[in-house]
């Protein structure tokens, strides 16, 4: 069972290093859980401003990689774009 955010972020990180062949897989990375799945995405901020001067700012990642709560099993790896 993967009971912890940061055990999902352990699988999630070591499934994308084989995945992109990329080790170590260096960009940050964050998890959510919902009905009974992990998503672990990397997280990256983009920000700017507009003309009259209001900051902006996305938080946002590019590629999920999802896993059962339950077992482990990584169930899809997905890249945005």
Same mark, same amino acid.
């Given at each position: #069972?993967?009971?912890?955010?940061?055990?999902?972020?352990?699988?999630?990180?070591?499934?994308?290093?084989?995945?992109?062949?990329? /080790?170590?897989?260096?960009?940050?990375?964050?998890?959510?859980?919902?009905?009974? &799945?992990?998503?672990?995405?990397? &997280?990256?901020? /983009?920000?700017?401003?507009?003309?009259?001067?209001? &900051?902006? *700012?996305? #938080?946002?990642?590019?590629?999920? &990689?999802?896993?059962?709560?339950?077992?482990?099993?990584?169930?899809?790896? /997905? *890249?945005?774009?």
């Amino acid at each position: #069972m993967v009971a912890t955010k940061e055990i999902a972020i352990a699988i999630g990180r070591a499934a994308l290093e084989e995945y992109l062949e990329e /080790r170590p897989f260096e960009q940050e990375l964050d998890a959510t859980e919902e009905n009974g &799945v992990w998503t672990v995405f990397n &997280v990256f901020e /983009r920000s700017g401003a507009t003309e009259d001067g209001q &900051v902006w *700012m996305i #938080m946002d990642g590019g590629i999920y &990689v999802d896993i059962q709560k339950s077992n482990g099993e990584v169930l899809e790896i /997905r *890249m945005d774009g």
